[in-house]
């Protein structure tokens, strides 16, 4: 159950991270690397069956693409979005 609370926290914080994307504010390449990464490795959960997971995998992609341009602002908030619902979610 913790666990499932930690992976939601990792959702809402990468939706952070692509809102702040969205609305031009500089965040070191570090973090948006950290939470590209961490998305990447959630999403190895589709091999299990979880669907869900293709969502953080795209995700990923969009956060290491846009650190050296910036993705359609569409895709970042469809994206942002469904990592913060993903999030919201877990903790209820």
């Known amino acids: 159950m ?29 973090i948006t690397l950290f939470f590209g990464a961490s998305l990447f ?10 669907l869900l997971s293709v969502i953080d995998l795209i995700s990923a992609i969009l956060l290491i693409i846009s650190i050296f341009f910036t993705p359609t602002l569409f895709l970042l908030w469809i994206f942002s979005l469904l990592l913060m619902s993903k999030g919201a979610i877990s903790f209820l």
């Open 41 to 50: 490795v959630k999403s190895l959960f589709i091999l299990t069956g979880d």
């Open 2 to 30: 913790v666990l499932v609370k930690i992976l939601g926290l990792i959702d809402l914080l990468a939706s952070v991270v692509l809102l702040s994307i969205i609305f031009s504010i500089s965040l070191p390449v570090q």
